[in-house]
């Protein structure tokens, strides 16, 4: 603290500084001796110690650099920074090699001096931002990024300015700002006269914010656009045909993702999702062989195996997708594989084996797949009789449900659960209201709330509904009728003691 305040007193009287700018300098000082402690323990090579000029010393780091003696190179920017405190390129240069070293937080300190003394470099303002953005300080480093923007376009700098965008589009997107990302490129791609129309990488990160809001032919288009501007980018390919795949425009898709196999014949996830394309144009057959092919390219594709565990599990085949999804959800697994693995324990009644399996998967992505928690509460409930940990398993699905049809099936369940344990009020009351809008959706009739008449289905159907009695029963069996068209498995409908 002395050393500090000793240095501030006489940088203050050297250079006349008084008020807010002496306060700045004394600030930066103390940035500059914390910084400096974190410094790794041990002494600094003798020709560091040596070096007499800012140029000297930097020469001496750049040359330990440029040997891969990184220690010593970031001691030596380090001593720069120290001896240096009031001259922006030591702060830089040392923030610099910090952050080439992944020591984020310790860089960001000299890389804010470089800026307090320099705000006008462009430079200075880029690199800080990367460090905030490594750092996972987002919106710090978006904030930097723009003013170092502003300052590329009062320089007419356009080489810079386009770099720098391409940044914020990168730092939008691993902050999940994917709306606004839309928002402030879009306009300045889809046009030909766009500012960013013929930049591959801002167009392509804006593609795959549309991907990201599940708006795939708008994610199709820009992918395409970008394709146009590097006909040669298999990534570029791969993507759009996944964009295609999600949009159900599935002729497209399998044309772009043999495009992509074509310019990388390495690239196993398009072979995979290949097999995907043709396994939902109906095409079991090939489906499979593009799967195995994936499989044979990259033993670790754990997409080609989950899919082809799932196709073999409806084709009948269950011992044969167990010998695939078994050894590669050991190696890599996916929420995905998992909840499959945990579908084909309970076809052999190896209940206890999907519940681990279910699990697993949930363990691995708690917030995300609403299906996992219903396939392993309707296992607690059924296999163990849990009803309560089914019922919570039920509840996280409904809160976790993305769609209108996984409301539906995870209050279905919450209803079911209900009416097991004889409880005839349905909580929570989000579940009631999903289950009267799929009795409306499902029969265009409005529910009643006289009485809960559970809908039980092997897979779950349950809703709120009107009384059985004589008038209403061609009503159930319509329903019955309805949803046993939508799944291969029998649905029954229980009102009132009457199974019709």
Not at 40 to 51: F, I, N, R, T
Not at 139 to 151: G, T
Not at 163 to 186: C, M, N, P, W
Request: proline letters at 4%; glycine letters at 4%.
């Amino acid at each position: 603290v002395r050393f500090v305040m000793n240095a501030g007193s006489s940088v203050q009287q050297r250079a006349g500084l008084r008020g807010p700018m002496a306060l700045a300098t004394l600030s930066l000082l103390c940035v500059v001796a914390v910084a400096s402690s974190t410094a790794s323990v041990g002494g600094l090579p003798s020709d560091c110690e040596k070096a007499q000029t800012l140029d000297e010393l930097t020469r001496v780091a750049n040359s330990y650099y440029v040997r891969g003696d990184s220690e010593r190179a970031v001691s030596c920017f380090r001593l720069a920074a120290q001896r240096f405190p009031l001259d922006a390129r030591a702060q830089h240069n040392a923030g610099g090699v910090l952050m080439s070293k992944g020591y984020n937080l310790e860089a960001i300190l000299f890389l804010r001096n470089a800026v307090r003394l320099e705000s006008r470099s462009i430079q200075y303002r880029n690199v800080l931002a990367q460090a905030l953005s490594r750092a996972q300080k987002y919106n710090k480093a978006i904030k930097q990024y723009r003013r170092a923007l502003r300052l590329a376009e009062e320089a007419r700098n356009a080489e810079m300015r386009a770099a720098i965008a391409g940044r914020i589009v990168d730092t939008l997107l691993a902050s999940g700002k994917h709306q606004l990302l839309l928002q402030e490129f879009e306009p300045h791609v889809v046009k030909a006269s766009g500012a960013y129309a013929k930049d591959a990488h801002i167009v392509s990160g804006v593609a795959a914010a549309a991907g990201e809001l599940a708006q795939f032919p708008r994610c199709a288009a820009l992918y395409e656009q970008a394709m146009d501007l590097h006909p040669k980018n298999a990534e570029y390919a791969y993507y759009a045909g996944i964009c295609h795949k999600n949009a159900g425009t599935l002729k497209s898709a399998r044309k772009l993702l043999k495009r992509a196999h074509r310019l990388d014949p390495g690239m196993s996830l398009a072979v995979a999702d290949l097999g995907a394309v043709y396994e939902r144009l109906g095409d079991a057959k090939k489906a499979e062989q593009w799967y195995r092919k994936a499989l044979q390219m990259d033993k670790s594709c754990t997409k080609a195996a989950n899919h082809l565990g799932a196709l073999l599990m409806r084709v009948g085949e269950i011992k044969e997708a167990l010998a695939v999804l078994e050894p590669s959800s050991a190696v890599s697994p996916t929420p995905e594989m998992l909840n499959n693995l945990g579908n084909l324990y309970r076809s052999y009644q190896d209940h206890e084996k999907a519940i681990e399996a279910y699990s697993k998967a949930i363990a691995l992505d708690p917030r995300r797949y609403s299906q996992t928690y219903i396939n392993r509460g309707d296992t607690l409930a059924t296999a163990r009789g849990d009803h309560a940990s089914a019922r919570q398993d039920f509840i996280t699905a409904l809160n976790l449900a993305t769609s209108t049809s996984d409301r539906h099936i995870a209050a279905a369940y919450i209803a079911r659960n209900a009416a097991e344990c004889a409880e005839w009020e349905i909580s929570p009351p989000s579940a009631s209201a999903a289950i009267e809008d799929m009795l409306q959706k499902l029969t265009g009739l409005y529910a009643t709330r006289e009485q809960d008449i559970p809908l039980q289905p092997f897979h779950a159907l349950s809703m709120r509904c009107v009384p059985a009695s004589v008038s209403n029963l061609p009503l159930f069996r319509s329903l019955a009728h309805s949803l046993q068209n939508l799944q291969p498995v029998p649905v029954y409908v229980v009102a009132s003691n009457v199974l019709c």
